[in-house]
Nanobody, 124 residues
Framework: VRLVESGGGLVQSGGSLRLSCATSGFTFDDYAIAWFRQVPGKNREGVSCIINRNGVANYADSVKGRFTISKDDAKSAVYLQMNNLKPEDTAVYYC??????????????????WGQGTQVTVSS
């Protein structure tokens, strides 16, 4: 199982970024994919997740209305479109895969597989 994030960078407050999570090594449809983020000294925080089989998605309250998760089954990829970014969105963003199709944001212990992360920095 392999997950590779890309698309992070430096953006001004109010700007947008689109993160990508390229996956391989498993049957895409059998998994749920989640985005988590982490800042130094804090716990990893769930941002959004999607159940690939049916497209059901979930969002943290802090990003609802600003972030959108989507998937491309043909490419086995998941995306996180982030709009109206705020300085408090600054973090390393990770995508993670769960083989039990659980879309759970409250517990970073749920997904079994993780990518290496991509840094998102939002300047004020």
């Amino acid at each position: 199982v392999r997950l590779v994030e890309s698309g992070g960078g430096l953006v001004q407050s109010g700007g947008s970024l689109r993160l990508s999570c390229a996956t391989s090594g498993f049957t895409f449809d059998d998994y749920a994919i989640a985005w988590f983020r982490q800042v130094p000294g804090k716990n990893r925080e769930g941002v959004s997740c999607i159940i690939n089989r049916n497209g059901v998605a979930n969002y943290a309250d802090s990003v609802k209305g600003r972030f959108t998760i989507s998937k491309d089954d043909a490419k086995s990829a998941v995306y996180l479109q982030m709009n109206n970014l705020k300085p408090e969105d600054t973090a390393v963003y990770y995508c993670a895969a769960d083989p039990y199709r659980l879309c759970v944001l409250q517990d970073p212990g749920v997904p079994d597989y993780w990518g290496q992360g991509t840094q998102v920095t939002v300047s004020s």
